[in-house]
């Protein structure tokens, strides 16, 4: 996963930012709770982004692929879930010296990875770690297309089935 996105330059021109230590390691506990059909398209989106945004409260990071200062999805691969904003994971976290759990959910739209959004602001936490993974809530588990539905969605149609006639 990378931990940079974009160049000193474009993340001064376009608003982004670096991820702390913090967000890092909530990413990267996020991404391991998908399965493996999801975790290796979404981080092949992930390697084509250029751009992360902090929202001003600090309670969630934004991700977009930039190619010549427009946003685009030209080229990300889609992930095999339905269309329209699917929330993949929602993960509660015990933080060091913390009593109230922290979360944190990854949310894709339109099936492209968009979103990391967090109980509080992350920034004040950046040197914070994680002590443990609370609950682990699956929502990707209703919203995965079946191999028929991603095959319509490629504009294939589903091969035919051979008919057997006796003789």
Known sequence: ????YGNVFTRLLW????LNP?????????????????RFPLLGQMDQYNLVQREHDGRALNFYKKVRGKVTRDGLPPLPIKSGEVTLVKVAF????????????????????????????????????ISSIGRVTESW?????SVAEQRAQEGRAEEPRASWRRR
């Open 15 to 18: 608003g982004g930012v670096s």
């Open 22 to 38: 913090f967000e890092l390691a909530i990413v990267a506990k996020l991404l391991e709770n998908l399965p493996t059909t999801l």
């Open 141 to 145: 588990r209703s919203n995965v297309l």
């Open 94 to 129: 015990n933080l060091n010296k913390e009593q109230t759990p922290f979360h944190a959910t990854m949310t894709a739209v339109n099936q492209r990875f968009f979103c990391c959004s967090f109980s509080q602001d992350t920034r004040p936490l950046a040197r914070m770690g």
């Open 1 to 4: 996963m990378k931990t940079q």
